[in-house]
């Protein structure tokens, strides 16, 4: 219900036309169409949303290390591999599927970090 509200203030405020308004209702009533919508109206918010997945890391020589990479390219490789995706850090299995629905929501948050902020993985 929340979803549909959403998509009638953004026909309200004109962000987006009636007729992609009654596409994004119509693509709600379809079986997992609620990661499209949901991204839709992402997209045409105004708050502003994690475009990278940011690592951060001590390497065994004590330097720091920082990976930033796209939620483009996540999104791409568990699409092409998804039962292939595994995350370990620090000998702790993360899950996957819960890593996955925050990289699609796009909100920024912390997803992982140690006790001793040695790794840190989160949505910037």
Known sequence: MEEKLQILELVREGKVTAEQGLELLDALEGAG???IVEG???LHSDKELARHLKITALS????????????????????LFPNSM????NNQQLEVQELM???YKAEKTV??????DNVVIELV
């Not at 720091?64 to 568990?78: D, M, Q």
Request: glycine share 8%.
């Open 60 to 79: 065994g020589k004590g330097n720091k290390v920082k990976f930033n990479i796209p939620l483009g390219v996540v999104r791409f490789a568990y699409n």
């Open 40 to 42: 839709f109206v992402n």
């Open 33 to 35: 169409s609620n990661r």
């Open 86 to 89: 595994h995350v370990t850090v």
């Open 101 to 103: 629905e925050r990289v």
């Open 111 to 116: 997803i992982y970090q140690d006790d001793s």
